[in-house]
């Protein structure tokens, strides 16, 4: 089974500030099937980020995804208010076919 | 823009059947893709439930496998989950979205209470 681990559970920052959220699998996934999404309360989840490091249409480029193998990275370089949100990670291909993280909550200071 | 919509009744019975549908718009289901549902309890994370082809086979989350039924009706082009046993522990908001994930339902709550 594959297990994703989000760290921090929680990350304080203020606007304008730069943010690293890291996941963590338990064992090793293609970069091709790792991904990120940002869910506000209320909302359904939305990606973000593909392949480890691809741009979801629409995303701006304050958000950028790196990592392979067992160790992800999602940046945000420059914080904006409506970055606020939790963020989770996933992976496809390994079992269960689809996993995601626990989430990092992304909070204002 | 692809369109997704999750129909079904908000309260299920405990032991019951939990039912739901999700209609795909601006976009064929026999297309390709494969479509699938995830759901959140309440305050918590995300949980894979399953997803079905346009062809019909399906992978489930094993964890839920031995209750869960992913169906497809292409003429309606709607993909449906049954969960069958429930206990309050399936109470969650339970999404339908498109494999890769990049379109999703707005998603539907469903409680589990007598």
């Known amino acids: 089974e594959v297990v994703l681990t989000q760290s921090p559970g929680t990350l304080s920052l203020s606007p304008g500030e730069r943010a690293t959220l890291s996941c963590r699998a338990s064992q090793s996934v293609s970069s091709s099937y790792l991904a990120w999404y940002q869910q506000k309360p209320g909302q359904a989840p939305r990606l973000l980020i593909y392949?480890?490091?691809s741009r979801a249409t629409g995303i701006p480029d304050r958000f950028s995804g790196s990592g392979s193998g067992t160790d992800l990275t999602l940046t945000i370089s420059r914080l904006e208010p409506e970055d606020f949100a939790v963020y989770y990670c996933?992976?496809?291909?390994?079992?269960?076919?689809?996993?995601f993280g626990q989430g990092t909550k992304l909070e204002i200071k | 823009q692809v369109l997704l919509q999750e129909s079904g009744p908000g309260l299920v019975k405990p032991s019951e059947t939990l039912s739901l549908t999700c209609t795909v718009s601006?976009?064929?289901?026999?297309?390709?893709?494969?479509w699938g549902w995830i759901r959140q309890p309440p305050g918590k994370g995300l949980e894979w439930i399953g997803n079905i082809y346009h062809s019909g086979n399906t992978d489930y989350n094993p964890s839920l496998k031995s209750r869960v039924t992913i169906s497809v009706d292409t003429s309606k082009n709607q993909f449906s989950l049954k969960l069958s046993s429930v206990t309050a522990a399936d109470t969650a908001v339970y999404y339908c979205?498109?494999?890769?994930?990049?379109?999703w339902g707005q998603g539907a709550l469903v409680t589990v209470s007598s």
């Open positions: 979205a498109r494999a890769g994930f990049d379109y």
């Open positions: 996933q992976q496809y291909g390994g079992s269960p076919k689809y996993s």
């Open positions: 601006n976009y064929s289901i026999s297309s390709g893709y494969s």
């Open positions: 392949g480890a490091s």
